[in-house]
């Protein structure tokens, strides 16, 4: 990591002129993207971004504070159907809507938070896990919901404005996800971030050191589930239904995966790793469509394998990719570009 | 009350099935600190193995399921060996997500190769016979499944207590470094451990198979059996037992009484509770951290 000098070099948003210049780029491709790319990719991107927000979040509760949550599927499924009740049941205005969904997902993060006080590894990843199982069973039993019909999302109005493309809700999403960025950076930067740091590191120590756990334990957890109901809420409108099998296991799992593959306790790895895995989630669902792969997999599966579960690799896939990442690069993504990195700095020696 | 003691003894059989897999996740917790959430994916990859070698190579039953067996321990022996060896200095999040990469590997090699679609196992006592005990019925595969439970149980006992390779499992989770200043392999014995492991869980599977085979059968009880294990304290063998039957038999009498509908969840709120007053599990000592 480069040396800090002062606080406020510490603080600042933007280490240097090159930093701010790959930014404003970086703004600028995501402005022009539905103008240079097909729909689909718009479409594309969409999915992404929503990826990005809780990969955010739950690296915020992961990464910076250390704990475990298999259970954000369940934060993500409030989020989508607050969201969608609200504005349905309530004539709530979407952000309005959006916004409170949040929140209550917020105030559910708040109390897993409570039992999470005292527990730690399988022990909270088994409370997590089954907060997310009981979510699901919950929608899934009652009425109220939808039951298992699911539900469908309403007339997107934001003001005035009319959303009813991919293309126009590409234009609502990227700047909620660029906002909520750059304000997970900002708080990790604060008093609270350096308290879930020190959580993280030694939460004995941090105590001691007056880190009020029960304050910032619970606010992690709270602020992570907060970010999982903004990316519920706008999952839901992607998909324009949702229904409770949508919000499983394995989605909470693909949620931790995206964190550890981009990097834990890295604001940067979180945005690549989801975005990766989004996309190979995406690309290999029509798998035997690859161009070269699919038909060499095709062959394979008539001869080994069966050709109905051909959509399957796709885990084999991602299990590898956990794995390999655990055994060979635990820093994820981020620990190679930093290898790179220091490499080409003190290159040749 | 009869419909009482019926859910009491439905209760217990379903708890014998938790209490093999919550076993099972025990011993490899106990000695490697490891939550093998793999555990259900590999008793599924045996079932399975079984099941090809039973309905498409055409074994007799005297040989597919010892060679099943055979199978889990050599799977057990090989995912140590392989995977979680390799692992550099591992934490708790490693572990979890490497053996949830395990798991989702196995989970998809196996419905790659045979679909969605519901199977069942060939076995040679069919799951709808049911025996009478008194007034109350049980299924005989139910019956099957708490007497091998048992059984395993009771081989589990003897092996930690009186045979070498258990006292060395019990040595290396006490302390790593004193056993293997005592001359112990302890990387070997971790191999074992996840041989047994498996083992045990492959029994299970090969429970469970009879009545439904698709790939996603072993999440359910899994989870159940992890419940179960972390209720007892996650390091102890017959908590996990005690605590997978009191699951097996509060979920069934919520069931008849309060709901049907969230039977299959009232386990976890009942988990959240019992850590919540003991955090260690009920059966564990209170795990304080030094500093």
Redesign the interface.
Known sequence: MDMKRSYYEDVQLFTSGVVVFWFVALLLFLGLLPFLFKNYYVYVANYMAINVIVALGLNLL?GYTGQ?S?GHAGFFAIGAYGTVILMTLLRCPFLLALLAAALIAALFGFFLG??AL??????L???T???G??IT??IG?SEFFGGRQGLHTPELWVGPWHLTTDRDFYYLLIPITVMLTVAARNLIKTRVGRAFIAIRE?D??AATMGVNLVFYKTLAFAVSAFYAGVGGGLYAFVLRFIEPEIFT?LMS?MF??MV?VGG?GSIMGSIVGACLLSWMDLQLRNILSIPYLGDWLETL?QS???I???S????????????L???FE?LGILGIWLRTKRYWKTWPF | MLDFLQMLVSGVAVGSSYALVGLAMVII?KTSEV?NFAQGEMALISSFFTFMLLEQCGFPYYAAFPLALLFAVLLGFFLEFT?LR?????N???M???T??????????V??????DPKTLPFPISPYDSIALGEVFISALEALTVGVALVIMLILFIFFRFSKLGVAMKATQQNDTAARLMGIRTNRILMFTWGVSSLVGCVAGLLISPITMQ?YMM?DPL?KG??AA?MGG?TSLPGAVLGAYLLGIIENLFGGYVSI??K??V???I??LV??IK???LFARHYV?K?
């Open positions: 992961v475990i298999l409570l039992p005292r527990l730690e590894g399988p022990y990843a088994i409370a896990l089954g907060f199982l009981t069973q919950v039993r030694a004995i120590a296991l799992i931790l995966a550890i834990i599966s080994y394998f069966s109905t579960g051909v399957n690799i796709q885990y084999i896939v991602f299990g590898l990719i956990l794995i990442i655990m055994l635990p | 917790y939550p995977v390799r692992a550099k200095d591992p708790i999040l490693g979890i997500a490497i949830i990469g395990i798991e989702m590997i196995l989970l998809g090699l419905s790659w190769k045979f679909g969605a790939p999440w989870l992890f419940a972390v996650m509908e969230f299959s969840v386990a976890f709120a988990i959240v850590l919540c955090p260690s599990g951290k500093v």
